[in-house]
């Protein structure tokens, strides 16, 4: 039963969803009703802001992006946590963090993972007879065998398990107890077979990541469908990138968002190589492209959300409104802006709809997009928690135009970099430096925002709309359960991590 769901929607609107499938039922427009279930293509940026891609009017040129999301579905309300492993959860589990435990990163010395109790995207579409390979960064766990990718659903995996790392020696350090130790997180997992990775010291991660994707895509057997998920390193710190690359942007002065603004010129050159290959091998004809960011970018790394207020590690929606589309010839309608919610956790049944399977047995906090997608339809959703965090007291929702948050640190507006095209005249979106102080309150401070009449969250209207904050108390108490609580945060870093214990590689067996 879909009793979360439930919850966080109304019935008659899953019931109109699930009508909507069995309307638009063509083949050309419909993936669902294909004799051949679609190749997927999803891929995932990591701290792409909202002001980092071209079709937001942004200086950074992305031309294969741009061009994958004009001529697809622009997703304007397309939510995601906040930091890495909660979004990268969301996708691969369906649910909601506070129903995974997945609230805070999954720390490559702290010894949790995502519950192998749930099964992932990847299980769900092998299950449907998909080859699934997984290329990059993992962020889900490691620290044993049944948290890698090729135990959760992956016939194989090409990447790193932890969250960040070098680009060009695919290595990264960890202190625990002052003990600091660099090693090498770079593997190529193929069932029961782990392989470090010891051949690439030099070449960067983007383009190793698409030259395995194009060897992935060069031999598959065309009549099989594919799922292959692609969540890049890129754009995340450390800040590198080979010189050609910020090269091209000499009007950017300031040193952070020109290496940036190369880094994600390389993100798109790597996307683009996958999916002209993708087009050679004659897939692209049935299939669908999803592009979603994992969080808001970070400013001082680079990044810039502007006009949206705050940044990554943050719940404004310049944390989590992330930059997204679909993309592909089976969608019916194209080349327009979807204003429905979207929340990261939607994907699960949205590929399970796509590959043709029973979306109405699962039990997940996702609701099956592709028709409302593919027709531009009124998105099912129409509630979401940003966070519940009953361990911090930190608490952030939204319901239909409302958002409430709760103990949130604050955060400001952070403008556009001078070097923007941007109209940059609204003395209110100015940098207030007491704003970007990102230390939690000491008192719980109450915020109620209409984010449909004020997306840059600057008019709270906790104090003038008692009623409205009232019925989103009542929201937020049903919404904190069912509760997990956080797996990870709470846990103390381990020195069974170590990895000259294990043989001078990042690798699972200590947990």
């Not at 669902?32 to 792409?48: G, K, Q």
Request: with cysteine.
């Amino acid at each position: 039963m879909l009793l979360s769901r439930y919850k966080y929607g109304t019935k008659a609107i899953v019931y109109i969803s699930l009508l909507l499938l069995l309307v638009f039922t063509s083949r050309d427009g419909q993936a669902a009703a294909s004799a051949t279930p679609p190749h997927i293509l999803f891929i995932v940026a990591d701290d792409l802001g909202w002001n980092d891609v071209g079709w937001h009017g942004s200086e950074i040129r992305t031309p294969h992006l741009d061009e994958l999301a004009k001529s697809g579905v622009i997703l304007d309300h397309s939510y995601v946590q906040p930091i890495c492993s909660p979004t990268r959860s969301s996708i691969m589990s369906g649910k909601f963090v506070s129903h995974t435990g997945i609230q805070s990163l999954i720390s490559a010395t702290k010894p949790c993972g995502l519950p192998t109790n749930i099964t992932t995207i990847a299980q769900q579409l092998k299950g449907l007879g998909y080859d699934t390979h997984a290329i990059g960064k993992w962020h889900q766990g490691y620290c044993k065998e049944e948290y890698t990718p090729s135990k959760r659903g992956f016939d194989t995996f090409y990447g790193y398990y932890t969250g960040a790392e070098e680009y060009f020696t695919h290595l990264r350090s960890d202190t625990v107890d002052s003990k600091r130790w660099t090693a090498l997180d770079f593997h190529y997992d193929h069932g029961d077979e782990y392989t470090n990775v010891m051949d690439m010291n030099g070449t960067y991660s983007a383009h190793v990541f698409a030259n395995q994707a194009i060897n992935i895509i060069n031999q598959q057997d065309v009549s099989k469908p594919l799922y292959l998920y692609m969540p890049f390193q890129s754009v995340h710190g450390p800040l590198q990138v080979p010189p050609e690359y910020p090269d091209k942007y000499p009007n950017i002065k300031d040193k952070n968002r020109k290496t940036f603004a190369g880094m994600v010129s390389a993100l798109d050159e790597a996307v683009g190589n996958v999916t002209d290959a993708w087009k050679k091998r004659g897939l692209f004809n049935n299939s669908v492209i999803i592009f979603t960011t994992d969080n808001g970018g970070l400013v001082h790394a680079g990044g810039n959300n502007y006009p949206l207020r705050g940044q990554k590690f943050t719940l404004w929606e310049g944390g989590t409104r992330g930059v997204a589309f679909v993309s592909g010839p089976l969608l019916n309608k194209t080349g327009y802006v979807y204003p429905g919610l979207v929340h990261a956790v939607d994907w699960y049944p949205t590929l399970v709809e796509l590959a043709g399977g029973a979306v109405q047995d699962l039990d997940i906090d996702g609701f099956p997009m592709w028709s409302h997608f593919s027709n531009n339809v009124t998105s099912p959703r129409t509630s979401f928690p940003y966070l519940i965090d009953n361990e911090t007291k930190t608490f952030a929702i939204r319901v239909g135009a409302w958002k409430l948050m709760i103990g949130v640190k604050n955060n400001s507006w952070y403008p556009p970099p001078p070097e923007s095209t941007v109209d940059f005249t609204d003395n209110d979106h100015n940098f207030d430096e007491e704003l970007a102080n990102t230390a939690k309150p000491k008192k719980p401070i109450v915020h109620l925002f209409n984010v449909d009449d004020d997306p840059t969250e600057h008019n709270d209207l906790a104090k003038s709309q008692p009623e409205q904050l009232a019925t989103m108390m009542k929201h937020l108490e049903d919404m904190k359960h069912p509760y997990v609580p956080d797996l990870c945060g709470p846990l103390p870093r381990t020195s069974k991590a170590d990895t000259d214990m294990h043989g001078g590689v990042y690798t699972h067996g200590w947990c």
